[in-house]
């Protein structure tokens, strides 16, 4: 079993992560009994009310129509709150499956997705260990690798309705805090998920030993890449910025950029 704890400071962490929620959720209870014992006067009152009225010679139809209407107003909220905890599941299972390729290659811990419900209703995705506790202090790569699996579930889990074809996935140096297995994975998996990506990395570069200060696409690791991503049935291009010779801090204003295809054949 792997928690994800390394060192002492991480258990310090986390004994002050689960202090603060020890203090969050008694406030939080404190505040729910004074707001349920305000509504439970209010009822009262209301009941109280209700018995004061007579019903007298309104028709039984309409008393049933309104008995009708109240059974469906109640059906209809239960089956709103099931259908939408049933997305978020269903979210958080797309999330774990796009979270786990892109991590697992890597062999390094990386925990679990799961949607915690919030008090006003929503949810928030939180990282959790093997054994089922909250990671304290997720590493940059990890949040980060939570988030873009986030984005491709909300893709792969509305396949049916053609999202991944409507709308591309368009990232600047998403990926720089990965080490390299990851990199390729995050983007393999991007490629298998959505129709068409545009990632702009700096990521798959060489110093150019022709070049002062000058760096240049790393054709064998580009080359690798694009055998993996095709494997899938993708079309991979790539295209490279390139900066003239001589161009330095000192003289920005005649800075150019060159957009040059690759060619991979």
Do not use: C, W
Not at 62 to 83: H, Y
Not at 240 to 252: C, K, M, V
């Amino acid at each position: 079993m792997n928690s994800g704890i390394d060192r002492a400071t991480d258990i310090v962490s986390m004994a002050e992560v689960t202090n603060q929620d020890i203090q969050n959720y008694s406030k939080a209870k404190g505040r729910l009994e004074v707001e349920q014992e305000t509504i439970e006067k209010d009822l009262k009152g209301v009941d109280a009310r209700l018995k004061q009225l007579s019903v007298g010679n309104i028709d039984p139809i309409f008393l049933k129509k309104k008995e009708l209407l109240d059974d469906l107003v109640e059906l209809t909220a239960r089956v709103k709150e099931k259908q939408y905890k049933g997305l978020v599941q269903q979210l958080e299972k797309a999330a774990n499956f796009h979270y786990e390729n892109i991590n697992k290659p890597t062999g390094a811990f990386y925990g679990k997705i799961k949607f915690v419900e919030t008090s006003v209703g929503g949810y928030l995705p939180e990282n959790f260990d093997d054994n089922g506790q909250r990671v304290s202090n997720p590493n940059t790569s990890q949040t980060s690798s939570l988030k873009l699996s986030i984005i491709l579930a909300i893709m792969s889990a509305n396949h049916d309705r053609g999202y991944n074809n409507r709308y591309p996935l368009i990232a600047d140096a998403p990926i720089s805090d990965f080490d390299p297995l990851k990199k390729k994975s995050f983007l393999i998996e991007t490629a298998k998920t959505f129709h068409q990506s545009i990632v702009i990395i700096y990521d798959f570069l060489e110093s150019d030993s022709e070049r002062t200060n000058r760096f240049k696409p790393d054709l064998e690791k580009i080359k690798e890449l694009q055998n993996a991503i095709e494997t899938s049935g993708k079309k991979f291009t790539v295209h490279y910025l390139d900066i003239p010779d001589g161009i330095s801090t000192t003289n920005r204003s005649e800075l150019s950029v060159k957009i040059r295809p690759l060619n991979l054949i």
